[in-house]
């Protein structure tokens, strides 16, 4: 099973330290790995007075180049055919739901590192539960 399908299935993310870069993966990290569950935050930019904050848009991912990468290696047009239908419906979701800005600027830059809506739908849902959950 390929890491998009468990992380679908399980809904976690792991950020490990791999021979010094951060990679996501959907296995814990090794016991000599640092792990996090989300992506270290940006450094703080100063606040302009002047110019009105603007609403980061939903990302645009080309879901036929995402899923055709896939069916090339699984050579399986099955996936493809679903991964495509998982990334429609998955984009039309998003498109739909009322995303806090700063969830959706953090998760629009994991979608454009995995070129997924169905990763970015995941990163939005576990952002959103864990700011719920937080005192």
């Known amino acids: 099973m390929g890491w998009l399908a468990a ?3 399980t ?5 490990c330290d791999v021979d010094g870069e951060r990679r996501m993966q959907n296995w ?14 940006a450094e703080p930019q100063p ?10 848009a939903l990302v645009n991912l080309s879901i ?11 050579g399986s047009y099955q996936v ?10 998955a984009r039309s979701e998003l498109r739909s739901m009322s995303i ?3 969830i959706l600027a953090h998760c629009n830059e994991i979608g454009q590192r995995t070129g997924s809506y169905q990763v970015l ?14 005192p």
């Open 11 to 15: 809904g976690q993310v792991y950020w």
């Open 80 to 89: 493809e055919q679903a991964c495509v239908e998982g990334e429609q419906e």
């Open 7 to 9: 992380l679908l299935l």
């Open 100 to 102: 806090p800005p700063e």
């Open 64 to 74: 036929r180049s995402h899923c055709r990468e896939i069916r090339e290696s699984t």
């Open 47 to 56: 606040a302009r007075a002047t110019a009105p904050r603007e609403r980061p």
């Open 28 to 41: 814990p990290c090794d016991e000599d790995q640092p792990r996090t569950t989300a992506e270290a935050p």
């Open 121 to 134: 739908q995941a990163c939005v849902g576990g952002e959103i539960e864990a700011k719920r959950a937080l």
